[in-house]
């Protein structure tokens, strides 16, 4: 115990004989590696947003029937993530390029302008939080460009998404007037025989029709050809019905209209084949899907973030996430302090081995010179001994 005490304290004695070496080698270490960081490592700054893209936005309006909804969740992220990666596109990240004047444009080095660009994507970040959540992040190399382009990026997803839906919804639109307009102009033409016999079908149809059209009006201009088409076909109807001597405005409603004959029935009554009758069902069926998807298409046009939610904002970043300075500070002391643990050991072994070999050749000369006129005396008394003994 004596001993271990003794050693610890003839460390302590050792170190602090040696302490303004040790703190110039940790000030001199770490310093260099904050000097090297800030000369070859890049500064970079992460800014990002969180967005939540809700499961409505996968919804089919009007035609969930026919198109069922997703339901597997992989797969649902999946078309989430991919909604989300197709607005950092090519001609997005040209545009922030332009913008910021990152780097030189494809007028220049062109093979140099493909690898700054694909190191450009590389800095935009997308990572899955949950099913519906995802972090879109920028990482840049200053504050201030870190933040508008994280801004700009949340911007152009929202209005990438919504338009993406909106495009979605009118394709779905579309497809079912051209559908209305096959069955309308082979149902209800002028002299057809379901037209004779149910004038009432021609008078709510042209209500549907006067119907989309208003609706229609608010997107389109007169000249658009499905403003065109619908105009059109008013006209046909109403110049049939005045030819019969109709009113345009006497449709039947749904409250004072009689109970709905079984289909059996209103063949026997009207003398209709059964395509006729299920055709003008369909029909039917499709201007109320379309006055849906109208609804719709107008509501979210004029509310997009009932369909993506911004859960948080961008921030300016207060630091920087590479090179972090914290890692940077431990690593130098670390490293100064292995430093100094070598320099102590090195110099200890130094001292012993220099006071051994001072013990051993570099003796006291006092003691030396004593030794000497100890020895000369007996020397000349053994001379003179053996001088009497040969006389």
């Known amino acids: 115990m004596n001993k271990t005490y003794a050693d610890i304290v003839q460390f302590l004695k050792f170190v602090k004989a040696n302490l303004l070496t040790l703190a110039g080698i940790i000030v001199v270490i770490t310093g260099g590696f904050f000097i090297l960081t800030k000369l070859f490592v890049a500064t970079k700054y992460k800014a ?26 992989g797969e649902m992220r999946t078309l989430r993530e991919g909604l989300l990666t197709s607005t950092i596109n090519r001609d997005y990240l040209e545009k922030i390029r332009a913008d910021y004047k990152l780097f030189e444009g494809a007028e220049g080095d062109a093979k140099k302008y493909e690898a700054n660009m694909q190191k450009l994507k590389a800095q935009f970040e997308i990572l899955s939080l949950d099913l519906t959540s995802f972090q879109v992040g920028f990482i840049g190399p200053t504050t201030e460009t870190t933040l508008n382009v994280a801004v700009e990026t949340q911007n152009a997803i929202i209005n990438h998404l919504s338009k993406e839906r909106s495009n979605k919804l009118t394709d779905l639109r579309n497809n079912l007037l051209a559908k209305i307009d096959s069955l309308g102009l082979s149902v209800n033409r002028s002299g057809d025989t379901f037209s004779a016999s149910r ?10 029709v006067r119907g989309l059209i208003s609706s229609l009006g608010s997107r389109y201009t007169l000249e658009h050809p499905t403003m065109v088409k619908y105009k059109a076909r008013e006209k046909l ?4 019905l005045a030819s019969h001597n109709l009113s345009a405005t006497e449709a039947v409603t749904q409250a004072t209209a009689p109970l709905k004959p079984s289909l059996a029935e209103r063949k026997e009554v009207q003398g209709l084949s059964s395509s006729s009758l299920l055709e003008a069902e369909r029909y039917a069926d499709l201007l109320k899907r379309v006055d849906i998807l109208n609804i719709v298409i107008d509501y979210e046009s004029s509310d997009s973030q009932n369909l993506i939610l911004i859960k948080q904002q961008p921030i300016i970043p207060l630091e920087p996430i590479n090179p972090k300075m914290k890692l940077v500070l431990f690593w130098g002391l670390l490293t100064s302090l292995i430093a100094s643990a070598l320099y102590l050991t090195v110099k200890n072994q130094m001292e012993l081995a220099a006071t051994e070999a001072a013990g051993q050749s570099h003796l006291n000369p006092r003691i030396k010179a004593d030794f000497l006129d100890d020895v000369a005396p007996a ?13």
């Open 199 to 208: 004038p009432e079908s021609l008078q709510n149809e042209l209500q549907q």
């Open 48 to 73: 990002f947003t969180i967005v939540t893209i809700p499961t409505r936005y996968f919804q089919q309006p009007a035609v969930e029937d026919i198109i069922p909804a997703v339901q597997d969740p």
């Open 379 to 391: 020397a000349t008394i053994t001379n003179r001994q053996s001088t009497i003994d040969q006389v």
């Open 237 to 240: 109807i109403l110049n049939w």
